[in-house]
């Protein structure tokens, strides 16, 4: 049989880089992916995958799914991400968001997955009390609905490791930004969101909020993708671990300003708003644990990655 890997939310953003990555660097290992739609774009999946589409929160299907391909590892990418549609709506995103990775966890365990790749996220922190946010300094204190999801499925990877051997990690990814990522939903980052309005002005109109002085680590795509593989093919076993996935390097509002006018050629127009209530000022991760545990190192840092992001706005 050959090997294959599952890959949840294989239709979004980070789900759809990992697969174009994965598949070169991995030929000979096949592809099952599993999407929903419900924020992932048909255009996104790759040709060559086997791709069913359906909710992580059918367990028929996962179990079809699980028994015809016994995928080796789980990169699981799919969830209902953002913040604000989590406030709005929290039983859903709870549904899907926490049931959904315990039932991946439950078949991944019962099917002898040899490790399972959790997208967790730097918002668990809920504004780190220290920069750079360090995991063992920093308790979580998930803030959002969203963000109490993200934190509650950790213990549940870690109890998975304990109780029944299946082998986990969780990845606290910071602001991740890259090709195919749109900016046209209510919820983008700021790099896609202003790209879309300077690319596309008739659909979308960009602000920013108080003085500009905010600053983001923001984490170029494909350093999340490397993360995910280098912990497949990590030879120690993870248990559970939770570490940042970063940049390691903040950029201000402003800054990021200059530099898509600088690459782009263009005059970013912003309409001004007042500061979000509760908007924390800067995130930056300490991401030494995922260096010694894993050998992390982000290889694309925020200008090269800026610059890859406006290509891709360009051919769009
Ligand atoms: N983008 C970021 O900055 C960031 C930061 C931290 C963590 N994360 C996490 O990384 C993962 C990927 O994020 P993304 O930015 O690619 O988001 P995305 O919305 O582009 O991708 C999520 C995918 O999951 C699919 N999905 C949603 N519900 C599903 C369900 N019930 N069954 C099957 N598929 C379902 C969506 O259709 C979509 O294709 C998520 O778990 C997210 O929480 C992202």
Not at 14 to 30: L, Q
Not at 263 to 271: D, N, Q, S
């Amino acid at each position: 049989m050959k090997k294959s890997i599952l890959v949840t939310g294989c239709a979004g953003f980070i789900g759809s880089n990992f697969v174009k990555i994965f598949k070169n660097r991995f030929p000979a290992i096949e592809i099952v992916g599993i999407d929903d739609f419900s924020t992932g774009r048909k255009d996104a999946i790759e040709k060559s995958i086997i791709f069913y589409k359906g909710s992580i929160l059918n367990k028929k299907l996962l179990a079809k799914i699980f028994s015809k391909h016994k995928p080796e590892y789980v990169f699981h990418f799919a969830a209902l991400p953002r913040v604000s549609f989590s406030v709005e709506n929290p039983v859903l995103t709870t549904e899907v968001n926490i049931l959904g990775t315990v039932n991946l966890l439950d078949f991944s365990r019962k099917f002898k997955v040899k490790r399972f790749m959790f997208s967790s996220s730097s918002s668990v922190y809920g504004g780190a009390k220290y920069i750079p946010t360090k995991e063992s300094e920093n308790f979580p204190d998930p803030q959002v609905p969203y963000a109490v999801q993200k934190y509650d499925c950790e213990p549940f990877c870690k109890i998975f490791s304990q109780l029944y051997s299946l082998d986990t990690v969780c990845m606290r990814y910071f602001n991740v930004f890259g090709p195919g990522q749109y900016g046209d939903s209510p919820y983008s980052t700021v790099v896609a969101a202003w790209l879309e309005a300077l690319y596309f002005p008739k659909d979308k109109k960009a602000f920013i909020e108080g003085n500009g002085k905010q600053s983001r680590d923001f984490c170029y795509v494909d350093n999340v993708v490397d993360a995910n593989i280098a912990c497949m093919l990590s030879k120690k076993p993870l248990k559970g671990i939770c570490m940042n996935i970063a940049n390691g390097e903040r950029t201000n509002l402003i800054e990021i300003k200059k530099l898509i006018e600088k690459y782009t050629g263009m005059k970013l127009e912003l309409e001004k708003r007042a500061s979000r209530v509760g908007d924390v000022m800067h995130t930056l991760a300490d991401i030494n644990l995922a260096k010694k545990t894993i050998g992390y190192k982000p290889k694309v840092d925020f200008l090269e990655g800026l610059k890859r992001t406006i290509e891709w706005f360009e051919t769009r």
